[in-house]
Every structure is written in C-alpha cells, then in structure tokens.
T-cell receptor, first 114, second 114 residues
C-alpha cells in the first residue's frame, strides 16, 4: 500500500543536540510538507517543497532545516537553535497541489526534550 | 495572524446527536475548503471538502455548509457516534498557490458519549 512513513515514532533530544526526523513517501507525489502540531495551535507549516532540490520556508522555519535530495524523501532536522522543540511533527505530501489534490499525512513523530 | 478561525475548541455530544463545528476566514481568494479528521497518535486524514461554487456538500453523515457572503463554513456530523470522537481541523487554500498551501484552523476536539 502506498503511503507516508515517518520515523521514529518517538524521539528524545538532549540540550544542544540536533535531531533528524525521517519522512518517506511512495505515492510518487511531487509536493511535500512539514508541520508542527501543538495542543490548541492547529498545524503550523515549517517547510515545504514542490520539487527535488527546492524548498521554501513556512511560517515557523526558525531552528529547523530540511533537504530534498530525492522525490521520496524529505527529512527535517531540528537544530539546537530551536529552543522549544517539544511537539508532534507531521509530514505530508500532495500529488498536484495547484489543483487542490489532498494532502496525505504520515502518523507523526513526537519529539521531547530530555 | 490566524487565516482560518475555528470554534469551538472542544465539543461534547451524546450519541445520536448532531455535532457542529464552525470556521471563518477573511481572505476572499480562498477557493478550497477541506476538513481533516485526526485520531490520537495518527496523522490527519481528509474527511470532506468543498469549493465556493456550492453551498452544501454531503457525504454520508458528514455535511459541509458554506456561506460565501459571510465567509463561513461549517461541518455537521449527523447521528454522531463514539467512533467519531477525534480532532477535526478545517482548512483553506487559495487559487494561484502553486504549492497548495493549506491554512488550518486550530482544531476542535470532539467527544461523543455513548
């Protein structure tokens, strides 16, 4: 079955440490997205990418970085500059966002501070 | 600035009752309004969506009502069931947005009591 796989499901970060969240999709979608979810805050866009080797900042990109070296993969790095990283992180993809094709989400990674 | 405002934040309904969640927006360029359903520990999944050329869309027990002049849209869940207990997000996107950027409401946590 096609879908989006996020790993790990749970992740713990020490102070001053960078951590990388994995997102892989086998839906052959061009566009991919990273969201951060906090209780009562909805989904806030961190980064998005339409094609390989191209990505744009969303609303809360500070303290995060991404890469898009392959169509299937869009990893997110939470850097030590992100002072409040505890949240639920969601990756999504879409076939043709310009025609409002739906976004498909993975099951998220919950990041906590040790 | 919250592009899409959603209410209520939480909702408790008895089994068999009607659940109503409301959203409002300001940007008249928005032309696609999806609703997503999220169960605990999972990513959101598209539930139903509407475009502004119709005032209502129904899929089974779920109905979107859309009021273009008031810039409001709502989700109605008829004959609510305990299995409908989840968090619901409304969203909007605008034409000309090549990345299909979705602007999400803050979510409504629905609990349906048996």
């Amino acid at each position: 079955d096609g879908g989006i796989t996020q790993s790990p499901k749970y992740l713990f970060r020490k102070e001053g440490q960078n951590v990388t969240l994995s997102c892989e999709q086998n839906l052959n979608h061009d566009a991919m997205y990273w969201y951060r979810q906090d209780p009562g805050q909805g989904l806030r866009l961190i980064y998005y990418s339409q094609i390989v080797n191209d990505f744009q900042k969303g609303d809360i990109a500070e303290g995060y970085s991404v890469s898009r070296e392959k169509k299937e993969s869009f990893p997110l790095t939470v850097t030590s500059a992100q002072k409040n990283p505890t949240a639920f992180y969601l990756c999504a993809s879409s076939r043709n966002p310009a025609s409002h094709q739906p976004q498909h989400f993975g099951d998220g990674t919950r990041l906590s501070i040790l | 600035q919250q592009q899409v405002k959603q209410s209520p934040q939480s909702l408790i309904v008895q089994k068999g009752g009607i659940s109503i969640i409301n959203c409002a927006y300001e940007n008249t360029a928005f032309d696609y309004f999806p609703w997503y359903q999220q169960f605990p520990g999972k990513g959101p999944a598209l539930l139903i969506a509407i475009r502004p050329d119709v005032s209502e869309k129904k899929e089974g027990r779920f109905t979107i009502s859309f009021n273009k002049s008031a810039k409001q849209f709502s989700l109605h869940i008829m004959d609510s069931q305990p299995g409908d207990s989840a968090t619901y997000f409304c969203a909007a996107s605008r034409r000309g947005s090549t990345l299909g950027r979705l602007y999400f409401g803050r979510g409504t946590q629905l609990t349906v009591w048996p």
